[in-house]
Each structure stands twice: as C-alpha cells, then as structure tokens.
C-alpha cells in the first residue's frame, strides 16, 4: 500500500529490464524517494566511481504518497553520483512524470551500465523495453518529448528526457519531464547522458492504493485545507509565485549580484514578480500568462510566460513564441542577477533555451558570471569567448544559453561549470559554489544561516538542502536574524533532517512554509504499512542526512570540502544592511558538526551511527 | 430542481484533484487514467481546461444506446449507464459529439460522469473553484455577475 | 522630510501615483513612526507582513514606536514565501 512494491532494474550494458521487489525493510527505514534510492546507490555502487562510468548507477525514484490525492503528491527524484560535484546527486522534480511512473506500478527504476547505442526506455505499466533513440540523440527536450508521443501515437506518455547538453556531457544537465519541470541540478543529466539513455517515456493506468482511504481523504482534506488557510501557500506563491522573493532578497542586501561581487542588483525591480505582471508597452501583454500547479499541487506557484514577440531574441525564432514554463526565482537570479542582466525578456528566453536543452540555469547562470567576471579581468579575450562577455550583456546571456544548450563553441567551455572553467583560467577563486555546485540566489553574507546549509549540503551548495531562508528572512516557522549567526547551526540542522523526510515522501517542500511534520504525519500514517509519527519522520531525515554524508565521506570529501568561497569569507558585502559582514563560518560550523554528533573531522561518530541503525 | 457541472477554464491550474478525486469515488483507487473528467493541458497558451460530460438533455448517447443501458436519473438529471445492461459495443461513443462517454478496457462497459448522485467528487475536490455544482438554470449566472460588474464599472467612468 | 516608500506584491495597489519601480520618494513629518506612514497609505497592517527599515527586519510590535529619519528606505510586503 502507497509504495507500489516493486522497481524495475533496467541494465542498459545487457539491454535488459527486469522486476524485483521493493525492499520493505529499507522502505521503512528510508520511507521513499531520496532517502530510499539513496540507500540503493550507496549499498550498489563505490562511493569512488568516476560519475559518468558505467559503474555508476541512476535511480528514478517516486514516494509512497507519490500519485495520491494529498497535495503536491506528484514528486519523484533522480538520484546517483553528480557528474557536476562527485558527490551524492539527487534531484527533485514536479510535474506529472512521477505520478505516471506511480500509476504504472514502479516505486523506482535503477539504471544501470551503459547503453552501446542511444535508446529510451517505455514502460506500460507491467510492460518495459528499451528502444532506438537514434532518431531523438541530437534533438532537444521539447522535441524528444513531442517525438516520442508521435512515435507511439499516444499523446497521454509522460516523458521525462535529456538534451543535447546532457548527450554532450555538459557537466550540468538536467532530467526534464513535462516539457519544463526539472531534476534539476548536480548534472544528473549529464550521467543519464554517459549512459546513453535519451528518455524514458511511461503510460501507467495501474492506479494506486493506500492504507486506509477514508482516513487519508480526511487526513489529505485538513492538510490542504492548512495551506489553503496559509497566506503564503494560500495566496502568496498562487498570486506571485517564488519571483516575489527578488525585491524582498535585494532589499536585505542579500542578493548576489555579478558572481558575488556585489550584494545588491540595481535592476532587482526589472526581473521580479512585479515585473513579470506589468503590462509591456511593446505589445500590451504582461510577461506573465498564467500560474500553473504540478500534479496533485493545490498551491500552484508555477508560472506561465510568454516572451515579447519583439524582443530581440526572439524576433527571428518563432518557436519561442508560445506560452512555457518560468520564470521562477532562482532562474531569474542566476540568469539576471548573478550576470547583471536586467532584462526580463531576455532573461525569459534564457530560461527556455535551459530547459529545451536541459541545461540547469542557477548553474548556467552562475557559470556565466564568473565567465564575466574573468571577461572583465582580461583573463578571457573575445577571440576566446566569439563575443564580449560584459557583465549586465543581454546579447550575451541569450547566445551562450543557446551555445551551452547545444555544448558548442565557447559554450562547451561554459558547460564545464564554474569550478573546472576558473580552474582553466588560473581563477579558482571565481568560482562561487561548494563542492563544485554553484550557489542560488541567497548571499551567505547577508544572511549567515544560508551560508552554514550551503557550506554543509550534501550535494554541493544548495537551497532546498535546508531552505533556512524560511525563517531568516519570512519568520517561518519564527524569525530569526539573518546577520546574526548565532543559533544557526541547530536551525540549519533541523531544516536539514526535515528536508531529507519530505524528499522522501512523495510530497513538495514548499508545503513546509504551512506544514511542520505534525501535518505531515498523520498523512503518511493513512497511506502507509507502519506506525508514522513526526519524531520518526524526523529520525528518518537524520538517517539519510548521515547516510549521504558517508557516502560523500568514502567518496574522498573532507571537512576541508564543507567551506565557503574566499569571497564570501574576507570580502566584506559592500552595501545595504549586510554591509560591512562576511560569512562567520569558521564560528558555526564547529557547533554543527557537535550537533550532528560528527567528529571535529566531520566524521559521524560510531554512536552516531548505532543511534541511527546506520 | 437539477444542478449542472460548471466549468471555469480560467481558474483550472492543472493539478488533477479533480481527476484523483473521480477515479477515487468510481474506481475505489488514485488512478486519473480512469477519471471520467479531464483536464487538457494547452501547453503554448498557457491554459488548463477540465471536461467531462454536460449532461444533455436531448442525449445521443442515450438515444444510440441498443440495449437501453443509459438511463436518466430523475433525482440529478444525470445520464447514467447500466452496467448489468452494458454489452460495451461503443456505439454512444460514436453517437456523443463531445467524446465524454469512454470505453474501459477493463470491465467492458462504457464509463461517463454520473454526478455522483447529485453530490460531484471533482468539484468538491477543486482547490480554485474552476468546477462548481450550479443550479442548472444559471450555470451563467457567476459569468453574467462578473460582466454587469465591468459593465457597471464602464458606465460609471 | 523625505522617505522612500517601497510596497510590493499585493500590497502594489497602495503605492501612491506617481510611483515608479513600486517605490517613490514621499514627505513625511519628523519624528514619523513606520506604522503611520504605512496607515497613511491605508496599507491594511493585515497584509504588512514583512516591513524592512532600510533593509532591516522590523517586527509588528515595534512598528509603533520606530522612528524614520530623512532618506530612509520603509518596504513591505504582505505574506510571501519561495525558493
């Protein structure tokens, strides 16, 4: 009940497909999704396996509450070793993708070995086959997509599929699904790509069960109705979608602007919320269509746009004239802010182009600002780069997305991401991220909490690995002061472990600025085998957390790895109410890896361990 | 007096409660492979709209039905099929115009909105109102108050 | 004296004419408490969920008594969340 029971185990080497039983024992102990598949890839693979050899393993992975009627019930995961870091990679997505690999009978799909020629794989629900993609390597997501539906001629196949950068080994591809919902980040992509899997493609109409339904309507009912109630999941996210965040981030001096050189935009206002619903004089229309819910999703956050037919980006292509996905907020960050491009509907086009090509924009963005920033410093030369690179080039933005997207040009160099491309250069120190993932749209100066999740995240620097924004910066679940880094370590801890819980069960995060794990619960405790309570969901998330952390641990990282960019910890944020501050790292770290119950090496104790049935 | 399924386009946002709610109430299970209403995904403009079937009064798939298996429930208005009639030759679904009444596989008989007797899982289920259970009369009358609003707003200005 | 007065998302339809990039430069009284000002403009103090002071936080039970100085910047914005 809510966990289908069994997963497909494709060998792509072997061209085979085959069915086994979910482990129980590890569901219970992982509940799903990222905590499950997690416990997967580390029990099948060497933690020091090159990301993008065959010995590397993907794992497509859904929650038990996964294509059941409680809300943002449609998640599923992408979880292996990241081609961007060499650390455990898991990526999350929305959409409908997971719903359908639900419906068809599948809690996940592990992947494994490497395909000698490109194929898809096609599931209808008991049914799976690999099959030629010969025709699809070297077309983009959206065209994979409408492709493979033409193919089977069954316009009700959810795909999900990489571009061409994932084929080309751009270090930061991404699974799209939907034709704009994305695993997003640490170049899951790029392992599907070195596997030569194009897509996978399922129709399931298998349906699925709970444990008790009429508890968990009732259950489902008052966890909706709580976000319903909620302003921000009630009316916030619907009305302005994450965007709003741009002018509330600049405001607390905490946007990082031009590769972290500065920590406020001048041009914030342009590329926001409230810029995206304006009215544009050109032709009368708001950027903005529409918002737009992922499966089962009764908050909507999503947004619709359509760019300016006149704008320069697109006067000349008109299949970017429809309606898609974005802008969402650590999109328009990296490709505005983190360049110093201003203009929304470039900004737009940019972000079509990422996911068209499968390519992830808070990485593609950030990478281009430090390519920038090497622009400005003479380092790189317009012989080396085919056009000038300014910070704040609209023109720029545009052609690289595009170059990036395809891995051609000066854009397979921008496709290396920003570690390996300042390390070229001589300039490791540009390079804005931890672990080799590039930092989103919060500056660790302005906001100390922030920097200690980024420091500590088990797939490089990251957001959603403990979103302490929450209660930074909007007061949820209470407010804390963004400057001071006192108490951070344990608000970073506990963000952490809830995090992990809900990454497992099938269910959005965003839920969490309504839902603390006592809604969660009783949810879970509808739907599945078992007893669930919020002390076991949290003890859950401390569970995958250790676990991902031995993983990285065995994989070579160190204490060493869980630190910031010098620029974040000696160069003081020059304006606004963080003026004057740096990171204090050095000061919370010790306190959390206490916390943790980890040596002063970052090691988790034996007791630890034991504690943790790890 | 008989209500009517409303649907507002403008308020859908694509998440599918509707369709997890229906297959739920008629299939005892999560599954909007087998909703008997359905949210279609206009992708390039923007635009999600739910259909199900509208309950005509004048029902081809009635009419063409050889064994007499869709009858009208008097209590709801609803068109509603006989499974212990059903023989599943399909020819309602060639006779409705709209495509709303469907084949399932599974059991050989035909599926179609039967407004669960008068109380409609989907529109409970609708987080933004897009599907409302209205009087049958004035499935207009929100569309009409919101143009007399704009009307009313222009003759003052 | 003059002030910034910033007011985002749903709190827009307050900003006063003339407003450019939802903020514009207004004159207002020494000794101008935040909550006046946002009174002023018949910001509903329901939806004055997150008000920053030059980019600092002010919580609710201080903005009665937090005093604005020439130039300084007031922002708010009704409750707003994202990632």
Request: hydrophobic share 35%.
């Amino acid at each position: 009940m809510a966990w289908a029971g069994k997963m497909l185990r494709v060998n792509l080497t072997e061209g085979t497909c085959k069915s086994e039983p979910l482990n129980m024992e590890w569901a219970h102990a992982y509940l799903g999704q990222r905590g499950l598949a997690t416990k997967y890839l580390t029990e099948e693979i060497d933690p020091k396996v090159d990301p993008l050899s065959p010995e590397n393993k993907m794992i497509m992975t859904t929650g038990p509450l996964t294509g059941t009627c409680a809300s943002t019930a449609g998640r599923y995961s992408v979880v292996t070793k990241g081609a961007l870091t060499g650390a455990i990679a898991c990526s999350n997505s929305g959409g409908y993708f997971g719903n359908e690999m639900k419906n068809a009978g599948w809690d996940q799909i592990i992947f494994e070995g490497k395909s000698p020629k490109p194929v898809y794989l096609y599931i209808e629900n008991d049914k799976a086959e690999l099959l030629d993609a010969s025709a699809h390597w070297g077309t983009s997501v959206w065209d994979t997509e409408e492709g493979i539906k033409h193919n089977h001629g069954d316009p009700q196949i959810r795909v999900a599929s990489i571009g061409v950068s994932g084929e080309q080994g751009v270090k930061y591809a991404c699974v799209v699904n939907d034709m704009h919902r994305a695993a997003g980040r640490s170049g899951v992509g790029t392992v599907m790509g070195s596997k030569n899997l194009k897509a996978v493609a399922i129709r399931g109409t298998l349906g699925v069960s709970v444990k008790d339904p009429k508890r968990f309507v009732q259950a489902t009912n008052d966890g909706k109705k709580v976000l319903a109630d909620n302003a921000v999941t009630g009316q916030g996210l619907p009305a302005m979608g994450t965007q709003v965040l741009m002018n509330v981030i600049n405001e607390t001096g905490a946007l990082p602007t031009r590769n972290h050189r500065d920590n406020q935009f001048e041009s914030a206002n342009d590329i926001g919320a409230e810029a995206m619903a304006k009215v544009r004089e050109t032709d009368g229309k708001a950027n903005l269509i529409t918002n737009a819910a992922c499966f089962g999703c009764t908050i909507a956050c999503g947004r619709i746009s359509q760019i300016d037919r006149t704008h320069f980006s697109v006067a000349e292509r008109p299949q970017y004239h429809k309606a898609s996905g974005g802008l969402e907020y650590e999109a328009a960050w990296a490709l505005g802010a983190a360049t110093g491009v201003g203009d929304l509907e470039a900004l737009t086009f940019a972000n079509f182009v990422c996911n068209e090509q499968g390519i992830d924009p808070i990485t593609f963005g950030a990478t281009l600002g430090a390519a920038m920033e090497l622009f400005e410093d003479g380092v790189l030369t317009e012989e080396q780069t085919g056009m000038s690179l300014k910070f704040g080039d609209a023109k720029a933005l545009c052609e690289m997305a595009l170059l990036t997207g395809k891995g051609e040009g000066f854009g397979a160099e921008l496709g290396l991401g920003s570690k390996l491309l300042t390390e070229k250069y001589g300039r490791p120190e540009l390079s804005m991220g931890v672990k080799g993932q590039e930092f989103p749209a919060y500056d660790g100066r302005g906001i100390q909490g922030i920097g200690l999740a980024y420091a500590t995240s088990n797939r490089g620097a990251c957001h959603l690995r403990g979103y302490t924004i929450a209660s930074e910066v909007f007061g949820i679940p209470v407010k804390t002061d963004p400057l001071d880094s006192d108490g951070k370590p344990a608000l970073v801890k506990a963000f952490q472990d809830a995090t992990a819980a809900v990454d497992s069960s099938g269910l959005c995060v965003f839920t969490t600025f309504a839902w603390t794990l006592e809604d969660f619960a009783p949810q879970i405790d509808a739907a599945c085998e078992g007893d669930w309570t919020a002390e076991r969901l949290l003890e859950i998330g401390e569970r995958i957390w250790n676990l991902e952390r031995n993983f990285n641990n065995a994989a070579g990282f160190t204490a060493a790895d869980d630190n910031l960019p010098e620029r974040l910890l000696k160069d003081a944020a020059k304006t606004g109410p963080s003026e004057g501050k740096v990171n204090e790292l050095s000061k919370m770290l010790p306190e959390y890896y206490e916390l943790r119950g980890w040596s002063h090496a970052g090691v988790p104790t034996n007791e630890t361990l034991s504690r943790l049935g790890l | 007096m008989h209500k009517s399924l409303s649907i507002d386009p403008g308020k859908c946002t694509g998440c599918l409660q509707c369709e997890l709610a229906c297959s739920l109430d008629n299939e005892g299970m999560f599954n909007p492979s087998k909703s008997r209403i359905k949210i279609f995904n206009f992708e390039d403009k923007g635009r999600f709209v739910p259909y199900t079937c509208t309950q005509c009064a004048e029902a081809w798939c009635l009419e063409a039905c050889p064994t007499h298996a869709i009858t009208i429930d008097r209590a709801t208005g609803a068109k509603v099929v006989s499974d212990a009639l059903c023989v599943g030759c399909k020819v309602c679904t060639i006779a409705c115009p709209f495509g709303t009444i469907n084949f399932n596989q599974d059991t050989g008989k035909v599926v179609k909105c039967d407004l669960c007797e008068g109380d409609p899982e989907c529109a409970k289920a609708c987080p933004t109102e897009a599907i409302t259970y209205v009087d049958a009369d004035w499935t207009g009358l929100e569309k009409m108050r919101a143009s007399a609003g704009s009307a009313d707003a222009a003759a003052q200005a | 004296m003059q002030i910034i007065l910033k007011l985002y998302a749903g709190l827009t339809p307050f900003l006063p004419a003339g407003a450019q990039n939802n903020q514009i430069a207004i004159e207002v009284d020494e000794g101008t408490t935040i909550n006046a000002v946002l009174d002023a403009h018949n910001c509903p103090r329901k939806l004055c969920h997150l008000v920053m002071h030059n980019g600092f936080h002010i919580p609710p039970g201080e903005r009665d008594a937090r005093v604005l100085r020439e130039g300084d910047a007031l922002a708010a914005w009704p409750p707003i969340a994202g990632g």
